[in-house]
């Protein structure tokens, strides 16, 4: 049953725990919310098979009697005899001569465990052959860190389109002020090392474009800079992150990731598409009816999803389409407050004309949240952000203006990268 139970649990995607826990929840919290929903009629079935097994187990055994103190051998169903079990009690606590039944007693427990073990190894092998050709989904949590490969199109500075930003805010003629700061980060989950003594500065307000070839850690710095990279097993990371000045790591992750929103893949929850909105401030304490409907409303509009799902809140969050789902998931990361989007834009795939408005609805967020993006299109990158990292094997290779970066690399590796041939999608 407990086996049935763990296997039930683990059925549950991981996308799904990870989206739980990215919109602020706690393990615990996920897994009462999200987990158990998910997997408790796998845990019922199983405990209903293990009664069953149990029962089918004992009861030929329960029918495997001997005779004893009888005159005669039963021959049918219904003569008398005694149970094989408790026949090795009897000899064990009732006989008047424990001496001279003790081989008999060996000899009743050597049948007893023979015909247990007998039958164990008949059910083990009859479940072994039931089972071929049925396997677990066992993909590496890893291989979401690299991210699909791109695909062939033109180079960056002949393809990537006029960079389009909104307007760039100087105050007394200082730059935009840090609001993240990643230094000497350095990340190594198992035997695989993804992030390399990482250190860049994250600016209030502002768009940063992380691209890289696929494996360059760029998926693992978002999780860093949310603190989801620990729910990583094996995970071992050195360095510091700071928000406005504070270390993450003396916070609460329910409470980083809070403030750090981090969007991988559009995964929805399994409820409506009200109760996928409401989830984070319902974590946060509101119960009131009208202060979740001012939530949900204005997270949807800012994500630009109200005007078609207005009239249908209560519509389940599965019957979406991928471009809906995917605006519903910002939906949901935007109504727990957060101050940082990480967007994964590698994963998220879609036509050209969802891709240009989500590009700008990214670009109108910057007013209100600092925002940080992971993309395999150069075009988006240039398009879309004031700075540009470019991360290589784990390294942080150049960092710098997106203008600087596209146009006047400062390393052989960056413009030889930015060369290779890649997919750019069209200017909006």
Do not use: C
């Not at 405990?47 to 009861?59: D, F, M």
């Not at 993309?375 to 879309?384: C, F, K, N, V």
């Not at 942080?396 to 290779?420: I, N, S």
């Amino acid at each position: 049953m407990v086996l049935t139970a763990l296997q039930a649990l683990g059925a549950v995607p991981r996308g799904l725990r990870d989206a739980g826990l990215a919109a602020g929840a706690s393990r615990w919290q996920t897994i009462r919310d999200l987990v158990l929903p998910r997997a408790w009629a796998g845990i019922l079935s199983g405990a209903i098979l293990a009664i069953s097994r149990g029962a089918s187990e004992v009861a030929p055994v329960m029918f495997t009697g001997v005779a004893y103190f009888l005159p005669y051998l039963p021959s049918r169903l219904n003569d008398q005899f005694m149970e094989l079990g408790y026949h090795v009690f009897v000899l064990a606590t009732q006989s008047p001569d424990v001496r001279q039944t003790r081989p008999l007693l060996y000899a009743s427990v050597v049948v007893l465990l023979s015909m247990t073990f007998l039958l164990h190894a008949l059910a083990m092998t009859l479940r072994r052959r039931a089972r071929t050709g049925a396997g677990r989904d066992l993909a590496d949590p890893l291989a979401a860190a690299a991210g699909p490969p791109p695909a062939g199109g033109a180079t960056a500075l002949q393809e990537a389109g006029p960079v389009r930003r909104g307007p760039r805010t100087v105050v007394g003629g200082q730059p935009p002020r840090v609001k993240m700061d990643v230094t000497g980060v350095h990340l190594q989950v198992r035997e695989r090392v993804l992030l390399r003594g990482v250190t860049l500065p994250i600016h209030e307000h502002r768009i940063t474009a992380v691209i890289g070839p696929a494996g360059s850690g760029k998926a693992a710095l978002l999780r860093v800079m949310s603190r989801m990279a620990e729910e990583w097993e094996g995970a071992r990371l050195e360095g510091r992150v700071l928000l406005d000045g504070t270390d993450i790591r003396t916070l609460p992750a329910e409470v980083v990731r809070r403030r750090v929103a981090l969007i991988e893949r559009p995964v929805v929850f399994p409820r409506s598409i009200y109760d996928n909105v409401a989830y984070a401030p319902r974590l946060q304490g509101v119960r009131r009816k009208t202060d979740l409907d001012a939530r949900v409303e204005a997270s949807l509009r800012a994500a630009g999803l109200w005007r078609e799902v207005r009239d249908q809140l209560n519509r389940p969050a599965m019957d979406l389409d991928p471009w809906q789902r995917v605006r519903l998931v910002l939906a949901r990361a935007l109504a727990a407050g957060p101050e940082v989007l990480l967007v994964d834009a590698s994963v998220i795939v879609m036509d050209r004309l969802a891709l240009s408005t989500l590009e700008e609805l990214l670009d109108a967020l910057k007013a209100s949240h600092t925002l940080v993006i992971v993309t395999h299109d150069l075009g988006q990158a240039a398009r879309l952000s004031e700075y540009t990292a470019f991360l290589e094997k784990g390294e942080l290779v150049e960092f710098g203006p997106t203008e600087d970066v596209f146009v006047h690399p400062q390393k052989e590796r960056t413009r030889a990268y930015l060369m290779r041939p890649y997919h750019y999608g069209t200017a909006p």
